[in-house]
């Protein structure tokens, strides 16, 4: 299934050329960054707090997405809701 980043393109240089990430909470130490950030060598660790997360945990939500594009490397969040053009 393809993201919703796909849909809009770059507010900076207009590309659709986007990679999407999710945005993942830790919710022990409040953390909020996209998902690369928590990627480790022995997997997933928070970059704040350095708890290391496994897959499923509880302790971690995806509120969100981002996307960056290709070409400029600029990242913004995508919106849940997109507003349809007329």
């Known amino acids: 299934m393809p993201s919703?980043?796909?849909?809009?393109?770059c507010p900076a240089c207009g590309s659709s050329e986007l990679e999407a990430t999710p945005i993942v909470h830790h919710l022990i130490c409040a953390y909020v960054g996209p998902s690369y950030d928590f990627e480790a060598r022995d997997g997933h660790r928070c970059p704040k707090c350095l708890r290391a997360l496994r897959d499923h945990d509880?302790?971690?939500e995806i509120v969100g997405e981002s996307a960056r594009c290709r070409l400029c490397e600029t990242e913004f969040v995508v919106p849940h809701d997109p507003v349809?053009?007329?």
């Open 4 to 9: 919703d980043a796909i849909r809009f393109t």
């Open 58 to 60: 509880h302790a971690a």
């Open 84 to 86: 349809q053009g007329a």
